[in-house]
């Protein structure tokens, strides 16, 4: 689907919502798609990407920002502790802050390097075994966590269960960001940023409505 449909639907569901779309930033989910792809969304203006792996993300990234200026880099895959530093160097926002290990790490090499990417953490609010991410009822105790080590959280993030209506794990995230005086709500993909966007997303993720299906590597 076309940038500018997107950006269309954006602006159509904020508006049902009472909300200003420039609240809601796109990002555009490059990973796995053939550069070409990406380059002729660079090419539409666009510069707000996402990543799911670090090492993929170093790949492209460095050179597509010798080509365009600003782009903004955002890593929304699960995040190992030893590629802590490398996903710090690379992206502008991190979303998958999950764990006490992952917020000490960082802390420290933002310490020592006096720099830190924004940072969202990721909330398993399906409760799912296989999945990243804090339980619910461990959010509160965990942002406080991070705040204590002088980290930028900047909201909450989530991946609703496939199989259940996301509005419920929305309005959940919504919820527990508001008790936590968190404004940033990193949540929809492609088949539901709208009902994201329903419900207070400031950062919608979307990849195949954008990109076309991913291409299996
Ligand atoms: C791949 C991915 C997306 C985008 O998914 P689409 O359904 O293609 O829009 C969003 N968030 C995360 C964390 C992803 O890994």
């Given at each position: 689907?076309?940038?500018?449909d997107?950006q269309d639907r954006?602006?159509?569901?904020?508006?049902?919502?009472?909300?200003?779309?420039?609240?809601?930033?796109?990002?555009?989910?490059?990973?796995?798609?053939?550069?070409?792809?990406?380059?002729?969304?660079?090419?539409?203006?666009?510069?707000?990407?996402?990543?799911?792996?670090?090492?993929?993300?170093?790949?492209?990234?460095?050179?597509?920002?010798?080509?365009?200026?600003?782009?903004?880099?955002?890593?929304?895959?699960?995040?190992?502790?030893?590629?802590?530093?490398?996903?710090?160097?690379?992206?502008?926002?991190?979303?998958?802050?999950?764990?006490?290990?992952?917020?000490?790490?960082?802390?420290?090499?933002?310490?020592?390097?006096?720099?830190?990417?924004?940072?969202?953490?990721?909330?398993?609010?399906?409760?799912?075994?296989?999945?990243?991410?804090?339980?619910?009822?461990?959010?509160?105790?965990?942002?406080?966590?991070?705040?204590?080590?002088?980290?930028?959280?900047?909201?909450?993030?989530?991946?609703?269960?496939?199989?259940?209506?996301?509005?419920?794990?929305?309005?959940?995230?919504?919820?527990?960001?508001?008790?936590?005086?968190?404004?940033?709500?990193?949540?929809?993909?492609?088949?539901?940023?709208?009902?994201?966007?329903?419900?207070?997303?400031?950062?919608?993720?979307?990849?195949?409505?954008?990109?076309?299906?991913?291409?299996?590597?």
């Amino acid at each position: 689907m076309p940038l500018s449909d997107i950006q269309d639907r954006i602006e159509k569901a904020a508006q049902t919502a009472n909300r200003d779309p420039a609240e809601i930033t796109l990002i555009a989910v490059s990973k796995v798609q053939p550069n070409a792809r990406v380059q002729a969304i660079l090419d539409q203006g666009h510069r707000v990407f996402g990543e799911n792996k670090v090492q993929e993300a170093a790949g492209k990234w460095p050179d597509f920002r010798q080509q365009y200026e600003h782009i903004d880099l955002h890593l929304i895959g699960p995040l190992q502790t030893n590629k802590a530093r490398q996903a710090m160097t690379l992206a502008q926002s991190i979303h998958s802050l999950d764990r006490p290990k992952l917020a000490t790490t960082i802390a420290r090499i933002a310490q020592e390097t006096g720099a830190c990417p924004d940072l969202f953490i990721q909330v398993n609010t399906g409760e799912e075994p296989q999945k990243a991410g804090v339980l619910p009822t461990d959010t509160d105790s965990f942002v406080a966590e991070a705040r204590a080590l002088d980290l930028p959280i900047k909201g909450l993030m989530c991946i609703p269960p496939v199989d259940e209506e996301p509005s419920l794990h929305f309005a959940l995230l919504a919820k527990i960001a508001e008790r936590n005086g968190l404004a940033g709500l990193s949540m929809g993909m492609s088949s539901d940023f709208e009902r994201a966007i329903a419900l207070g997303a400031t950062h919608i993720r979307v990849g195949s409505a954008i990109f076309g299906e991913r291409v299996p590597t």
